[in-house]
Each structure stands twice: as structure tokens, then as C-alpha cells.
């Protein structure tokens, strides 16, 4: 295996791996390079199990040896081994979850051949913060829905945060970025979707009531986490609906309330 030492955090190679902590800029220069960070050494296993292709892993030397197998299947694949010190100047934080791997980032799906056989879709609305976004996900894989829609100002599901708040699920639950939105309320329906927003509406009815109708197929919106589902999804959604409160408390955080609102509604 070609494990290369580094000697200094201003190594030309590594670039890949410079300014992590930077989430901002990460989000925007990630996906033009091709490419996205597997943090931890289960989330690289799972990335990899799912058929990702490697470009390099970045490690302490005291991950080398948990690491072997994987770096020998992959001799052609460079491993950079530095000090806790050096590592943590190049990417901006203390690396304590094992290994990092930048992988080729895969060839985006198509919305539309991902519904083809989906019966329960989850559609994530302008949701920036990476910790809701890789627990929705991490919901969606335990609960039974069978893909994800994000619109176009969704945070990516691939930041490093977001996949390893997902343990790596976002690896297992199909899922592809809508072009537009809301009109991409229109390719839902044209498969046949029924499509349902969370919110607190007037008319909105308890999640128990639309899931003792057992839809066909049905597409569920989460709004963003401050605003809530927006006024044109709502007024192009089919129904609205809510998860039942005490008094005195009006919603749950949307990571908490996907769950909820996963098990309640999948396909039976």
C-alpha cells in the first residue's frame, strides 16, 4: 500500500483535504471538484461498500494498522500518514474518528428514475443544517422511505457532517436534487404522487389520519427549519399535515418530526 508520510501541512498533494472545518466554502467547491470527505472510519467502509471509488485516505499512523485491509484492496490508492499536529493544520480540526477518505463524488441521479419505484419519497426543503439533514436521512434509511428529493437550496447531503450524522445511510437511500422547486411538485404527480406537506396549518390533519389511508404512493415535504414548509408548497401540496402536540408546545425539531412522521406513514 502507498502510505506517504507528510512532513508538512503546506504538502501540494492533499489539497483535497485543506480548510474542512470551512462548511461554507467546502459546499461550493466540493461538488464543482468532483469529490466529498468520508469521515470516519465506518463512514469510509460504508462509502465504499456502496461502490465509491476512492481518491485518497488521510490518516494518524495509529489508524494504519485497523485500516489494512482496506488500503491493501486498494493499492493504487495514495495513503497520507502525517502527526495529530499535521493533519490538524491542513484540515482545520483534531482528527479523533479514525480515518478520512476523499472519494469521487458519484454521477447525480435522475429525479425522475428515482420515483419510478418508489412508494414513500421524502422531499427536504431548503434544510441547511447538516445535523437535520443526515438524521432525516438516517430515518428515511431505518424507517422505510424509499428515497429522498432535495431542492436546489438544500445543504448537500454529502458534507462531511452530514454523512456522518447520517452513519453513512446517505450511502443506502436514493436521492437526487431537484433542478426547480416547487415545481418540481409536478414530476411527483405526473407518478402518481400524493403529495403531503408537514405543517401547522388550519386545515392541517394529525399524520395517523393520512396514514390509515395508506396512499399508494405518497410524497411527504419538510420544510426548512426556520420558516417552515413554503407558502407555494403548501399551496401546491394535496394535504397538510401535522404530529399531534400537548399543549404548550408547538413542533418538533424536523429531524425529530421525519421520524415521527416515517413510521407513521410507510407503506404497509
Same mark, same amino acid.
Given at each position: 500500500?502507498?502510505?506517504?508520510?507528510?512532513?508538512?501541512?503546506?504538502?501540494?498533494?492533499?489539497?483535497?483535504?485543506?480548510?474542512?472545518?470551512?462548511?461554507?466554502?467546502?459546499?461550493?467547491?466540493?461538488?464543482?471538484?468532483?469529490?466529498?470527505?468520508?469521515?470516519?472510519?465506518?463512514?469510509?467502509?460504508?462509502?465504499?461498500?456502496?461502490?465509491?471509488?476512492?481518491?485518497?485516505?488521510?490518516?494518524?499512523?495509529?489508524?494504519?494498522?485497523?485500516?489494512?485491509?482496506?488500503?491493501?484492496?486498494?493499492?493504487?490508492?495514495?495513503?497520507?500518514?502525517?502527526?495529530?499536529?499535521?493533519?490538524?493544520?491542513?484540515?482545520?480540526?483534531?482528527? !479523533?474518528?479514525?480515518?478520512? =477518505? +476523499? $472519494?469521487?463524488?458519484? /454521477?447525480?441521479?435522475? @429525479?425522475?428514475?428515482? &420515483? #419510478?419505484?418508489?412508494?414513500?419519497?421524502?422531499?427536504?426543503?431548503?434544510?441547511?443544517?447538516?445535523?437535520?439533514?443526515?438524521?432525516?436521512?438516517?430515518?428515511?434509511?431505518?424507517?422505510?422511505?424509499?428515497?429522498?428529493?432535495?431542492?436546489?437550496?438544500?445543504?448537500?447531503?454529502?458534507?462531511?457532517?452530514?454523512?456522518?450524522?447520517?452513519?453513512?445511510?446517505?450511502?443506502?437511500?436514493?436521492?437526487?436534487?431537484?433542478?426547480?422547486?416547487?415545481?418540481?411538485?409536478?414530476?411527483?404527480?405526473? !407518478?402518481?404522487?400524493?403529495? =403531503? +406537506? $408537514?405543517?401547522?396549518? /388550519?386545515?392541517?390533519? @394529525?399524520?395517523?389520519? &393520512? #396514514?390509515?389511508?395508506?396512499?399508494?404512493?405518497?410524497?411527504?415535504?419538510?420544510?426548512?427549519?426556520?420558516?417552515?414548509?413554503?407558502?407555494?408548497?403548501?399551496?401546491?401540496?394535496?394535504?397538510?399535515?401535522?404530529?399531534?402536540?400537548?399543549?404548550?408546545?408547538?413542533?418538533?425539531?424536523?429531524?425529530?418530526?421525519?421520524?415521527?412522521?416515517?413510521?407513521?406513514?410507510?407503506?404497509?
Amino acid at each position: 500500500m502507498p502510505v506517504i508520510r507528510l512532513e508538512s501541512s503546506a504538502d501540494p498533494r492533499v489539497a483535497d483535504y485543506v480548510a474542512l472545518s470551512d462548511a461554507a466554502l467546502r459546499q461550493r467547491t466540493d461538488p464543482v471538484r468532483g469529490l466529498y470527505i468520508a469521515e470516519s472510519s465506518k463512514v469510509l467502509r460504508r462509502a465504499l461498500a456502496a461502490g465509491h471509488v476512492p481518491r485518497s485516505f488521510f490518516l494518524a499512523e495509529k489508524w494504519l494498522d485497523g485500516l489494512a485491509d482496506v488500503l491493501d484492496a486498494h493499492p493504487d490508492v495514495p495513503a497520507f500518514v502525517g502527526s495529530p499536529g499535521v493533519l490538524e493544520e491542513i484540515t482545520g480540526f483534531h482528527l !479523533h474518528r479514525g480515518a478520512l =477518505a +476523499a $472519494m469521487n463524488r458519484p /454521477e447525480p441521479r435522475d @429525479p425522475a428514475a428515482l &420515483l #419510478a419505484g418508489a412508494r414513500r419519497v421524502a422531499i427536504l426543503e431548503d434544510i441547511v443544517d447538516h445535523t437535520n439533514l443526515g438524521a432525516i436521512f438516517r430515518s428515511a434509511a431505518g424507517l422505510g422511505f424509499d428515497a429522498v428529493l432535495v431542492t436546489p437550496r438544500s445543504a448537500d447531503p454529502l458534507y462531511r457532517r452530514s454523512i456522518r450524522v447520517s452513519m453513512g445511510t446517505v450511502f443506502q437511500v436514493p436521492w437526487a436534487r431537484l433542478d426547480a422547486w416547487p415545481e418540481g411538485l409536478g414530476l411527483l404527480r405526473g !407518478h402518481g404522487f400524493v403529495v =403531503a +406537506a $408537514m405543517e401547522l396549518t /388550519e386545515d392541517a390533519v @394529525p399524520i395517523d389520519v &393520512l #396514514a390509515a389511508e395508506n396512499p399508494p404512493r405518497l410524497a411527504l415535504v419538510l420544510g426548512t427549519e426556520g420558516a417552515g414548509v413554503s407558502p407555494a408548497a403548501l399551496a401546491g401540496a394535496d394535504r397538510t399535515v401535522l404530529v399531534p402536540m400537548r399543549p404548550g408546545v408547538d413542533s418538533l425539531n424536523v429531524a425529530a418530526a421525519s421520524a415521527v412522521a416515517f413510521w407513521e406513514l410507510r407503506a404497509r
